[in-house]
């Protein structure tokens, strides 16, 4: 095992970082995801670093968030997206959403305040998931900060400082870090210049449009849906499909729609289920099956809390086992309406 | 939804004045909804922004860049892009240039 140092897609090699080995390839499938920069914001990872500012996107991050918040006696709760796109763009959400219903249990709710600054327009951004559940945030006492781009963090006085000069002081700062792809690609120039890393693809076939044997699933690549394993998980059916015949030089005729469906913790036993594409914005529905569900698309439910917590069974015995998941790849309009 | 009439031209427009269609974007549209958002003139360094998110979004189907993508991408920093477009440049550049608002996935 070993890390890849640089992709030479001019020569169809790969070096390893281990020993300097390479690798020839006839079709090159790169799959290196995405990860957080803290560094890339000046005074986040320093020495309030775990202390008082934490992040959740890591194994370690979480634990010591976790670790942390089992004294916490309360205070003011920042909840930071330091710029987009992030992988699981509701994951922030949802976590703000589960720590008001985590206060409530541990009878500190009226000691914590929440607030989610973001830097888009709003919570929720798309004009039909802002109508339905605009509510759900000013209901839970979570207050929103939009349009917050953050310059800097000062820990010492814990606050966090815009690039338009607003501060908000925290107690406790939890932020979601520049997510970036993998340096192999900038370091590789298969980059699309804009310092993220990620490999510009055709949508629909994930197929580089400089290389003809390269082709780029999941977090790595730069396609306009969410970064999300169900998108991961969608993409890779239609490129399998593709992919066979690709090898055989036919035409590919299976074309990713950009389909996600991501379920979203809301606290206190329920759960948002949003499923999307491309073209079509999260709209009010029932899923999977049309009319009955038992999942309720952009509402909450117990029955979808349920499905998520569902989910964490059928992840370890159908999905890594690679069994077939009876959910179609496409999204489909049936059972949706607006 | 609707339409609306900037600087002589009958364009669609969403509920919170964004046009829906970049095709239907010209310059004086664009100084028309600058002077809207509190810039009375759009000097070079404006265009620059202006120029490289259009040629932006035309690559990335439709989508308005990132920050992000704007500074590295035009080479202006993101404190001269807040005294360019003040409050939100990201919102207000792609308003200007005739291209969605900055969207997350819900
Ligand atoms: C807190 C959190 C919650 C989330 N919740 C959800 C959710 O509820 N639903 C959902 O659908 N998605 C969720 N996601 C997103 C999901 O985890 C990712 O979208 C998914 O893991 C992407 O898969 P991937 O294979 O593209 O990348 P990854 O899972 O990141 O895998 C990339 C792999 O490539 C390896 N790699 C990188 N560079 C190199 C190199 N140079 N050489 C060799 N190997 C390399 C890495 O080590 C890694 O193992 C969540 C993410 C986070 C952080």
Redesign the interface.
């Known amino acids: 095992m070993s890390p890849i140092e640089v992709i030479e897609p001019e020569h169809n090699r790969v070096k390893l970082a281990k020993d300097g080995r390479y690798l020839d390839y006839d079709f090159l499938v790169i799959a290196t995801g995405a990860r957080t920069h803290p560094e890339e914001t000046p005074g986040l990872q320093e020495h309030e670093w775990h202390k008082s500012i934490y992040d959740f996107y890591t194994v370690e991050g979480a634990l010591a968030l976790q670790k942390h918040l089992r004294n916490w006696e309360g205070g003011r709760l920042v909840v930071n997206v330091v710029?987009?796109?992030i992988k699981c763009?509701?994951a922030p959400l949802e976590f703000i959403m589960l720590a008001d219903w985590f206060f409530h249990e541990q009878g500190i709710r009226d000691r914590v305040e929440l607030i989610y600054a973001?830097?888009?327009?709003g919570a929720?951004?798309?004009?039909i998931?802002s109508k339905q559940?605009g509510h759900i945030l000013d209901e839970k006492n979570i207050k929103v900060e939009p349009?917050f781009?953050v310059?800097e963090v000062n820990p010492d006085e814990k606050k966090i400082v815009s690039?338009?000069e607003r501060e908000i002081e925290y107690d406790l700062l939890v932020t979601v870090p520049?997510n970036k792809g993998d340096e192999v690609i900038g370091r590789s120039g298969m980059d699309a210049?804009?310092?993220?890393n990620y490999v510009?693809v055709d949508?629909h076939t994930f197929l580089s449009p400089t290389y003809g044997n390269v082709f780029v699933l999941g977090d790595a690549a730069a396609v306009?849906?969410?970064k999300a394993g169900s998108v991961a998980h969608f993409a890779v059916d239609i490129f399998a499909e593709n992919f066979v015949r690709h090898i055989d030089g036919l035409e590919m005729h299976h074309k990713f729609d950009g389909h996600?469906n991501?379920f979203?913790e809301s606290g206190f036993g329920k759960g948002l289920l949003?499923d999307?594409n491309?073209d079509v914005e999260?709209l009010p529905g029932r899923y999977p099956l049309p009319g009955v569900g038992p999942f309720k698309l952009l509402e909450e439910s117990e029955m979808n809390h349920w499905g998520k917590m569902m989910f964490r069974w059928m992840y370890w015995n159908i999905l890594l086992k690679g069994a077939e998941l009876p959910l179609p790849a496409k999204m489909s309009m049936s059972g949706k309406w607006r | 939804m609707g339409t609306r009439t900037i600087a002589g031209v009958t364009v669609q427009v969403n509920d919170e004045g964004f046009l829906t269609n970049p095709a239907e974007w010209n310059k004086s549209i664009a100084a028309e909804i600058a002077k809207e958002e509190g810039i009375a003139t759009l000097s070079d360094a404006h265009w620059k922004v202006i120029d490289y998110c259009r040629g932006e979004a035309n690559k990335l189907g439709g989508k308005s860049p990132t920050l992000r993508q704007i500074t590295v991408g035009t080479g202006v920093q993101t404190k001269e892009l807040f005294g360019l477009f003040p409050k939100g440049p990201a919102k207000k550049v792609a308003r200007i240039a005739g291209l969605g608002k900055p969207e997350g996935c819900v």
């Open positions: 710029e987009n796109p763009p509701v973001t830097p888009l327009p929720f951004t798309k004009p998931a559940l349009e781009m310059m690039y338009d520049l210049g804009d310092g993220l510009p949508k306009p849906t969410s996600a991501c979203i949003i999307f491309y999260p």
